[in-house]
């Protein structure tokens, strides 16, 4: 319906280049594994290991060619993005063990205590 | 904070002009600003000023004939000002000819290329048929000049190609002018009224916005339309002639210090009857138009449908100045009353008329902002804020001054077009 | 006048064909058909899995080049908290790009509202975006025919050929579309068409840990979101205005707008 447009104009968006994985999410990590996959352990599918690596490592593009190295976004304000602990008892959030921003060593990058390929609380530095 | 990151954040269009408050989705701003509320105001004002000169030549009421003659020639200088607004609004106005390109048949703004160029060559048209004689008359006195000058000669050029060949000025071929004359305004005027309609129909027929959709729109719209464009012309008519006895009495202009000027006493100013007679087809379709508008606003607060909410908010407490004291009150019941109470004098009529332009556009202001001033969460609000010193083009085109340009732009034209067809001929050089 | 009429007309009849003719490629209609025309793409998204991360957005516009900076988006989360004295809060600060790091409310304007956590009864996140509708009124508005329904299901604006009057901004009754900042022509969410082309998912889809958005052929019966849409009870935005959105909802609130 009200579809007279310029043909031409699906391929041109059909042609832009993808910026994220190019092998699907199920296979990211053992995209990403094949040459990481020694240094990098996920412990369990439960915990981070439903995050896709790009969330945290960035677009993958043409890795290894182009970019060398990926930018990794070691802030804190990622992983307050699920870390941040909201009262929603009905919402999934709630299996998300949470803090508070405020009070919660502020300041200071969470990863220089917790290890985010290892998250569990046990293993902590 | 908030503020902080603003400061720094990429413009989006719209954001310069709009705050925001409570729940709105985050792509929603006020992207339909001021020249939307002017596109709307000067179509209305074209469709009027031809509305009222139709009177004259459709329907014979000789007395209107030379406010008649103005309108038709105002609302040739309106017709390329109501390009403007949406030249200045889009955001690629360089492709603004794609709607005459591939114009989408389905969009109500489609027929904007149609309607436009149809209505523009009817009143074309018609201003021909009826200067025809003038040109011709003209052509031929500046053709038996012996020495002319360059402006002389440009203008026997001008007047030359004006007349297109059609030399004959015999009663018979007048008479055919006549009747010519009348089938084109016979024709403008629904097209005059489709030409607001449309522009009534783009709003009434966006059902994601509460405040627009109803089928009423397009009517109000044209009733609204035909009360500026006659409230225009009375009042432009009323200026103009008290300009001409000015420059009679100084004998400034060309025309004035010809030895067989008009004088004051002849000039004699508006015509009264004129005036009372066009003010009274303004007070008809006043009534039309407010009687719409309440009709509207009566269906919303009896039947209370999910937007009432909000709507009631906006209408009776955030924007209730804006529509209940200056919409209705200023621009409509105060000029109504004024021409009403016995006694109506031109004076009286001209300071209602220019209440009623303000009337009209605070009710395209009402419609365009007011539709925007609620977002579609009906959980939040935005306002308006009119940019007045531009500090960018997008500021300065969808601001006071971009506004101020368009509302400028008839009078230069008409100015000029005056020069070639004058509004206020001699009995004996006007067709009819 | 006639005269003059007739050659305007010719002018603009000869420069209007003259543009449309050039800018067409043509079309192999056996390529057409191989590119397989059955698929019509529909999306759902999982409001009980959402957790408001934001991991969607970001991946979103970092996708499309859409600036971070901005505040225009493709996509959005937005939080919905009903309070135990009967009160409701809505927001979506920056459309959820930076996640929810706050617990309290931003009602914009730099004010922010306190919920007491005892107060607060129930809360969750709805992630939305365009419904690729099937009767799209923004593709119905558009007086160029910029915006159209591709025969995938997936509405897509030509920004080569939109003049930028935002008369589909004002259509849409989800508030999906936008002008974009840099290009100055009409934008949305466009399913990430370029990544469909390839055999990919949306960058939304992949960036999202919870599973809570999801795309599938509609037209394959076989297709494990077109099996929840037909067995599981899900819902769509706003049907009263008749669009037909193709973007359902599981777990989908009353009060959601």
């Given at each position: 319906?009200?579809?007279?447009?310029?043909?031409?104009?699906?391929?041109?968006?059909?042609?832009?280049?993808?910026?994220?994985?190019?092998?699907?999410?199920?296979?990211?990590?053992?995209?990403?594994?094949?040459?990481?996959?020694?240094?990098?352990?996920?412990?369990?599918?439960?915990?981070?290991?439903?995050?896709?690596?790009?969330?945290?490592?960035?677009?993958?593009?043409?890795?290894?060619?182009?970019?060398?190295?990926?930018?990794?976004?070691?802030?804190?304000?990622?992983?307050?993005?699920?870390?941040?602990?909201?009262?929603?008892?009905?919402?999934?959030?709630?299996?998300?063990p949470?803090?508070?921003?405020?009070?919660?060593?502020?300041?200071?990058?969470?990863?220089?205590?917790?290890?985010?390929?290892?998250?569990?609380l046990?293993?902590m530095? | 904070?908030?503020?902080?990151?603003?400061?720094?954040?990429?413009?989006?269009?719209?954001?310069?002009?709009?705050?925001?408050?409570?729940?709105?989705?985050?792509?929603?701003?006020?992207?339909?600003?001021?020249?939307?509320?002017?596109?709307?105001?000067?179509?209305?004002?074209?469709?009027?000023?031809?509305?009222?000169?139709?009177?004259?030549?459709?329907?014979?009421?000789?007395?209107?004939?030379?406010?008649?003659?103005?309108?038709?020639?105002?609302?040739?200088?309106?017709?390329?000002?109501?390009?403007?607004?949406?030249?200045?609004?889009?955001?690629?106005?360089?492709?603004?000819?794609?709607?005459?390109?591939?114009?989408?048949?389905?969009s109500?703004?489609?027929?904007?290329g149609?309607?436009?160029?149809?209505?523009?060559?009817?009143?074309?048209?018609?201003?021909?048929l009826?200067?025809?004689?003038?040109?011709?008359?003209?052509a031929?006195?500046?053709?038996?000049?012996?020495?002319?000058?360059?402006?002389d000669?440009?203008?026997?050029?001008?007047?030359?190609?004006?007349?297109?060949?059609?030399?004959?000025?015999?009663?018979?071929?007048?008479?055919?002018?006549?009747?010519?004359?009348?089938?084109?305004?016979?024709?403008?005027?629904?097209?005059?009224?489709?030409?607001?309609?449309y522009?009534?129909?783009?709003?009434?027929?966006?059902?994601?916005?509460?405040?627009?959709?109803?089928?009423?729109?397009?009517?109000?719209?044209?009733c609204?339309?035909?009360?500026?464009?006659?409230?225009?012309?009375?009042?432009?008519?009323?200026?103009?002639?008290?300009?001409?006895?000015?420059?009679?009495?100084?004998?400034?202009?060309?025309?004035?210090?010809?030895?067989?000027?008009?004088?004051?006493?002849?000039?004699?100013?508006?015509?009264?009857e004129?005036?009372?007679?066009?003010?009274?087809?303004?007070?008809?379709?006043?009534?039309?138009?407010l009687?719409?508008?309440?009709?509207?606003?009566?269906?919303?607060?009896?039947?209370?449908?999910?937007?009432?909410?909000?709507?009631?908010?906006?209408?009776?407490?955030?924007?209730?100045t804006?529509?209940?004291?200056?919409?209705?009150?200023?621009?409509?019941?105060?000029?109504?009353?004024?021409?009403?109470?016995?006694?109506?004098t031109?004076?009286?009529?001209?300071?209602?008329?220019?209440?009623?332009?303000?009337?009209?556009?605070?009710?395209?202001?009402?419609?365009?902002?007011?539709?925007?001033?609620?977002?579609?969460?009906?959980?939040?609000?935005?306002?308006?804020?009119?940019?007045?010193?531009?500090?960018?083009?997008?500021?300065?085109k969808?601001?006071?001054?971009?506004?101020?340009?368009?509302?400028?732009?008839?009078?230069?034209?008409?100015?000029?077009?005056?020069?070639?067809m004058?509004?206020?001929?001699?009995?004996?050089?006007?067709?009819? | 006048?006639?005269?003059?009429?007739?050659?305007?007309?010719?002018i603009?009849?000869?420069?209007?064909?003259?543009?449309?003719?050039?800018?067409?490629?043509?079309?192999?209609?056996?390529k057409?058909?191989?590119a397989?025309?059955?698929?019509?793409?529909?999306?759902?998204?999982?409001?009980?899995?959402?957790?408001?991360?934001g991991?969607?957005?970001?991946?979103?516009?970092?996708?499309?080049?859409?600036?971070?900076?901005?505040?225009?988006?493709?996509?959005?989360?937005?939080r919905?908290?009903?309070?135990?004295?009967?009160?409701?809060?809505?927001?979506?600060?920056?459309?959820?790009?930076?996640?929810?790091?706050?617990?309290?409310?931003?009602?914009?304007?730099?004010?922010?509202?306190?919920?007491?956590?005892?107060?607060?009864?129930?809360?969750?996140?709805?992630?939305?975006?365009?419904n690729?509708?099937?009767?799209?009124?923004?593709?119905?508005?558009?007086?160029?025919?910029?915006?159209?329904?591709?025969?995938?299901?997936?509405?897509?604006?030509?920004?080569?050929?939109?003049?930028?009057?935002?008369?589909?901004?004002?259509?849409?009754?989800?508030?999906?579309?936008f002008?974009?900042?840099?290009?100055?022509?009409?934008?949305?969410?466009t399913?990430?068409?370029?990544?469909?082309?390839?055999?990919?998912?949306?960058?939304?889809?992949?960036?999202?840990?919870f599973?809570?958005?999801?795309?599938?052929?509609?037209?394959?019966?076989?297709?494990?979101?077109?099996?929840?849409?037909?067995?599981?009870?899900?819902?769509?935005?706003?049907?009263?205005?008749?669009?037909?959105?193709?973007?359902f909802?599981?777990?989908?609130?009353?009060?959601v707008?």
């Amino acid at each position: 319906m009200y579809s007279y447009h310029r043909k031409s104009n699906e391929t041109e968006w059909a042609n832009q280049p993808a910026k994220y994985g190019t092998t699907g999410r199920e296979k990211l990590h053992e995209f990403c594994a094949e040459c990481h996959g020694d240094v990098v352990k996920i412990r369990t599918e439960k915990l981070h290991g439903t995050i896709p690596c790009e969330n945290c490592h960035g677009p993958v593009l043409n890795h290894p060619e182009k970019p060398e190295k990926l930018d990794i976004d070691r802030s804190r304000e990622l992983c307050l993005r699920c870390h941040t602990s909201l009262p929603y008892t009905t919402s999934e959030r709630k299996r998300i063990p949470g803090i508070d921003p405020k009070t919660h060593n502020t300041g200071t990058p969470c990863v220089s205590c917790h290890n985010p390929h290892n998250p569990s609380l046990e293993g902590m530095k | 904070m908030v503020g902080q990151i603003a400061q720094h954040a990429m413009e989006v269009h719209g954001e310069a002009w709009t705050i925001k408050e409570l729940f709105t989705l985050p792509n929603e701003e006020i992207y339909w600003s001021i020249q939307i509320v002017m596109y709307p105001f000067m179509t209305g004002l074209v469709a009027g000023a031809f509305v009222l000169s139709s009177l004259y030549h459709v329907f014979g009421i000789e007395k209107l004939k030379e406010i008649a003659r103005f309108s038709l020639v105002f609302s040739f200088a309106l017709l390329p000002v109501a390009m403007m607004p949406l030249l200045l609004h889009l955001q690629q106005p360089f492709r603004g000819i794609h709607v005459m390109m591939t114009p989408h048949f389905t969009s109500a703004i489609a027929a904007f290329g149609f309607v436009f160029s149809t209505y523009g060559c009817i009143v074309a048209t018609e201003l021909w048929l009826v200067y025809r004689k003038y040109f011709v008359q003209t052509a031929l006195e500046l053709k038996a000049l012996k020495n002319p000058g360059t402006i002389d000669s440009f203008r026997r050029l001008l007047f030359t190609v004006l007349t297109l060949g059609a030399w004959d000025i015999s009663d018979e071929a007048v008479e055919k002018d006549h009747k010519a004359c009348k089938i084109m305004a016979g024709i403008g005027i629904p097209v005059a009224c489709f030409l607001h309609g449309y522009a009534g129909f783009i709003f009434g027929s966006v059902k994601a916005n509460a405040l627009w959709m109803t089928p009423l729109m397009p009517v109000i719209f044209i009733c609204s339309a035909v009360v500026s464009g006659v409230a225009l012309c009375i009042l432009c008519y009323v200026v103009v002639q008290e300009i001409r006895k000015f420059m009679a009495r100084r004998k400034i202009a060309r025309w004035a210090k010809d030895s067989n000027a008009p004088t004051v006493e002849q000039l004699e100013g508006a015509k009264h009857e004129e005036v009372m007679i066009a003010s009274n087809y303004l007070m008809y379709f006043m009534i039309a138009a407010l009687t719409l508008e309440i009709l509207d606003l009566i269906f919303r607060g009896y039947t209370q449908v999910k937007s009432w909410d909000i709507l009631r908010e906006v209408i009776m407490e955030r924007d209730f100045t804006k529509i209940f004291v200056m919409q209705y009150g200023l621009g409509n019941i105060l000029p109504f009353l004024i021409m009403v109470l016995p006694g109506r004098t031109v004076r009286r009529t001209t300071i209602a008329t220019i209440l009623v332009l303000f009337g009209v556009f605070m009710m395209r202001y009402n419609v365009v902002i007011g539709g925007q001033a609620f977002s579609l969460s009906f959980a939040g609000f935005m306002d308006y804020e009119l940019p007045i010193l531009p500090h960018n083009l997008e500021t300065y085109k969808e601001g006071l001054f971009g506004a101020l340009t368009v509302a400028a732009t008839p009078f230069v034209l008409f100015y000029f077009i005056n020069k070639v067809m004058p509004a206020f001929l001699k009995e004996e050089e006007s067709t009819h | 006048m006639e005269r003059r009429d007739f050659l305007k007309q010719c002018i603009m009849v000869i420069a209007g064909a003259s543009v449309p003719l050039s800018a067409l490629t043509l079309v192999d209609p056996k390529k057409v058909l191989a590119a397989n025309p059955s698929i019509q793409w529909a999306f759902l998204v999982d409001t009980t899995r959402c957790v408001g991360c934001g991991f969607c957005v970001k991946a979103c516009k970092t996708e499309n080049d859409i600036p971070f900076d901005a505040n225009v988006t493709r996509t959005w989360v937005e939080r919905y908290v009903y309070t135990k004295d009967d009160r409701r809060y809505v927001d979506s600060p920056k459309g959820a790009l930076n996640g929810y790091t706050d617990a309290r409310i931003d009602l914009g304007k730099g004010e922010f509202k306190e919920i007491d956590k005892d107060n607060v009864g129930k809360a969750f996140f709805v992630p939305k975006l365009c419904n690729h509708c099937a009767s799209p009124a923004c593709t119905q508005v558009c007086p160029v025919g910029a915006t159209y329904k591709a025969d995938n299901g997936v509405v897509l604006v030509d920004r080569k050929w939109c003049i930028g009057c935002g008369y589909c901004i004002m259509a849409c009754p989800y508030a999906a579309r936008f002008f974009h900042p840099v290009l100055k022509v009409a934008d949305k969410c466009t399913f990430c068409f370029h990544r469909l082309s390839k055999g990919l998912d949306s960058a939304c889809v992949n960036a999202c840990p919870f599973g809570a958005r999801k795309m599938g052929n509609i037209h394959d019966k076989n297709d494990p979101i077109t099996q929840i849409i037909m067995n599981e009870r899900v819902g769509v935005l706003k049907d009263e205005f008749g669009t037909k959105p193709q973007a359902f909802y599981i777990g989908l609130a009353q009060e959601v707008r």
